[in-house]
């Protein structure tokens, strides 16, 4: 999502930087740029006018006391009134005596059933113990769909088929959390194609018996403005806490993630980043604008990298990989990690300037090719490591007779290094970095 705002939008501020001093004409050149970059991207008309005003203010007004410099302090604010749009940082509103009940709500095939499987996940992790509970009754296909992704995740479901009425339902369910020990309920409850009344009245009464500290709307962040329209109807009959927005992972225009907190007031409090049951992140305002501008997602990159192994190699691996430092050793270590941390291709999306290069290459690093790389490197001496450049023809018989491989294995993996590392150093000294520096990065 958002890789042709993010292009456009990068585009527009390098033309800007190339101008050095700014004059107001200049400014409002530029940001009527901006404006046409995120209208095409679908984020609701009111919504754009009022963030370019909050801009154009902001900027002209340092305008005012001095000849304006550079296109960085724009961006800084563009940055800036961007993270204020997304709204505030996610956060689950569970006080009081548990146990806490989540309802999810939403439209037929937005991902409820999904997000109730990765919240149980994710809170569970955080060291609660939830139950699910199965309130979509309409299709048999539905509650058995909870129940495998329960018994797949070793989270308990609670379901009773499809002939109790779902209020019914999810009150038991609150009394056996009660009973057994739960402290959370998330419950799943039904969807139809569109908002309609009995569908309404049916979430109303769940709502009644179970006093949900959070009602949370699941929409898919694919459907553009109609996903912001079904937020402000459900909010209306049901008083929303919060939004999940899923299949962010998706290539549409990105124009419902921006515009959905502004229109609705309501707050977005996770994000579905994929299909699998770890595909959930908090939302982080900040770091969405980062990645919209084109500045990757140097943090999300960095938690990821802490989650799949410690925190000095992160922060190690972090660094060097920003300053462009590493050899084969690293290189080695590096596919390793990655592997641990999700597919290639998503990772390089995090990198600034790599959203297009994660979208071409995206090599499947099998466990067979990793065993190769391995053996291979294995077999070059610490020196050649350090510097591959030492390896030629003679040198790469011997190592590919010392890992089992061929030479053309050799070949393609050293020719991988070197793509890598110039990347590398295209990031290094690219605008990403300057970028990230002015923004605290
Ligand atoms: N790519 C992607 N797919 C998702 C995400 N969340 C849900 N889905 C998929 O969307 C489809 C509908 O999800 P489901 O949970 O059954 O929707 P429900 O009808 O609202 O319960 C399924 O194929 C899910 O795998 C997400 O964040 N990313
Ligand atoms: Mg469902």
Known sequence: MF???????????????????????DVKAGLREVRLALLEADVNYKVVKDFIRRVQERAVGVEIHRRLSPAQQVIKIVHEELIATLGEPGRLQLEGPPPH??????LHGSGKTTTVAKLGLWLRKKGRRPLLVAADTYRPAAVRQLEVLGRQLDLPVHSEGTEVPPPEICAHALERARQEGYDLLILDTAGRHQ?????MAELEAVKARTQPHEILLVADAMTGQEAVNVAQGFHQRLGLTGLILTKLDGDARGGAAISMRAVTGVPIKFVGVGEKPTALELFHPDRLASRILGMGDVLTLIERAEAAFDQEEAQRAAEKLLRAEFDLEDFR????????????????????????IGKEIAPEVTDQELKKIEAII???????????RIINASRRRRIARGSGTTVADVNALLRQFRQTQKMMKQLSKGGGRDLLRMLGL
């Open 3 to 25: 890789e042709s705002l993010t292009d456009k939008l990068q585009a527009i501020f390098e033309r800007m930087g190339k101008r050095g001093l700014l004059t107001e004409a």
């Open 195 to 199: 908002i309609d009344d009995a569908m």
């Open 333 to 356: 270590q590096q596919l390793q990690q990655l592997k641990k941390m999700g597919p290639l291709s998503q990772l390089l999306e995090l990198i600034p300037g790599f959203q297009q």
């Open 378 to 388: 294995n077999s070059m001496t610490p020196e050649e490591r350090r510097n591959p």
């Open 101 to 106: 009940v989540l309802m999810l709500v939403g």
